[in-house]
C-alpha cells in the first residue's frame, strides 16, 4: 500500500511560468490537504479538498494559486505566473476521515513533497 | 490566533543521552496534537498523535504527554541514537474552523552525536 505519492520531487521553473504539483493520496483516502512550507518557517496550511470539491481555501493566496480533485486522477496545485517567493516545499497530506464529531481522528499521512524553485 | 512555539529551535547530544522537546499552543481549544518528525528533503513521518482526551502517548523510545490547560506538550526521547537526527516538528488541529487545518511549529532540529 503505497504512502502520499508526489510529483515531481523538485520543479525549477522561471518567473512567469506555471507550475503544476501532483498528489496522489494513499489508497482509500478522499481527503487531501496541501501545506507550503517556505524556507526557515512553519509549515503554512493551504487548502483542504475532497473528491470534487473544495472544502477549505483560506490559507491559498488570492491569485495565481488554484487547487483540485477530480473524480478520478490526482489532485493537483496549480501556481500561474511563479514569482521568486513561490520558491517552497509543498506537501500534501491524505486522511482517510475528517474529524469526527466526537474528536477523534487518525492523523494525516504526508508525502515527501515537492520542491519548488523560481529562477 | 493560534500559535504554536517550539523549544529550542536547535539541540545538540552526545549519543544515549534522553531528552525532552517543548511544544507550546495558545488556545486550548484542539482536538489533538501530532509529533511529527521530518528528515531533511523527505516528507514528515507521523510519530504519535494524541487526542485531546488522553494525556500522553507512547511508542518505542518515545513519549508525549500533552497539558491542554497550560497549553503544552513535550516529546520525550528515551537513549538517544545518532538516527533519530532529525527535524522534529508539533502541530495541532483546532475546534471549528477547517477540519484541515493543522497548526505547525517551526519545529526542534535534533542533531544526536555518535
Known amino acids: 500500500n503505497a504512502g502520499v505519492m508526489q510529483n515531481p520531487r523538485h520543479l525549477v521553473r522561471r518567473r512567469g511560468q506555471e507550475a503544476r504539483l501532483r498528489c496522489s493520496p494513499m489508497k482509500g483516502h478522499s481527503h487531501v490537504y496541501w501545506y507550503r512550507q517556505l524556507p526557515e518557517e512553519g509549515l503554512k496550511f493551504m487548502v483542504y479538498?475532497?473528491?470534487?470539491?473544495?472544502?477549505?481555501e483560506s490559507g491559498m493566496p488570492k491569485e495565481r494559486f488554484s487547487a483540485e480533485f477530480p473524480k478520478e486522477g490526482p489532485s493537483i496545485l496549480r501556481i500561474q505566473q511563479v514569482v521568486r517567493g513561490d520558491s517552497a516545499a509543498y506537501f500534501c497530506?491524505?486522511?482517510?476521515?475528517?474529524?469526527?464529531?466526537?474528536?477523534?481522528?487518525?492523523?494525516?499521512?504526508f508525502g515527501s513533497g515537492t520542491r519548488l524553485t523560481v529562477v | 490566533k493560534q500559535e504554536v512555539t517550539q523549544i529550542p529551535a536547535a539541540l545538540s547530544v552526545p549519543e544515549g543521552e534522553n531528552l525532552v522537546l517543548n511544544c507550546s499552543f495558545t488556545?486550548?481549544?484542539?482536538?489533538?496534537l501530532q509529533w511529527f518528525r521530518q528528515d531533511p528533503g523527505k516528507g514528515l513521518t507521523s510519530l504519535l498523535l494524541i487526542q485531546s482526551s488522553q494525556r500522553e502517548q507512547t511508542s518505542g523510545r518515545l513519549n508525549a504527554s500533552l497539558d491542554k490547560s497550560s497549553g503544552r506538550s513535550t516529546l520525550y526521547i528515551a537513549a538517544s541514537q545518532p538516527g533519530d537526527s532529525a527535524t522534529y516538528l508539533c502541530?495541532?488541529?483546532?475546534?471549528?474552523?477547517?477540519?484541515?487545518?493543522?497548526?505547525f511549529g517551526k519545529g526542534t532540529k535534533l542533531s544526536v552525536k555518535p
Open positions: 488556545d486550548s481549544a484542539i482536538y489533538n
Open positions: 479538498l475532497q473528491k470534487e470539491n473544495i472544502i477549505d
Open positions: 497530506a491524505s486522511s482517510l476521515t475528517p474529524v469526527s464529531s466526537s474528536g477523534a481522528d487518525y492523523g494525516y499521512t
Open positions: 502541530a495541532v488541529r483546532l475546534y471549528g474552523g477547517s477540519q484541515g487545518n493543522l497548526i
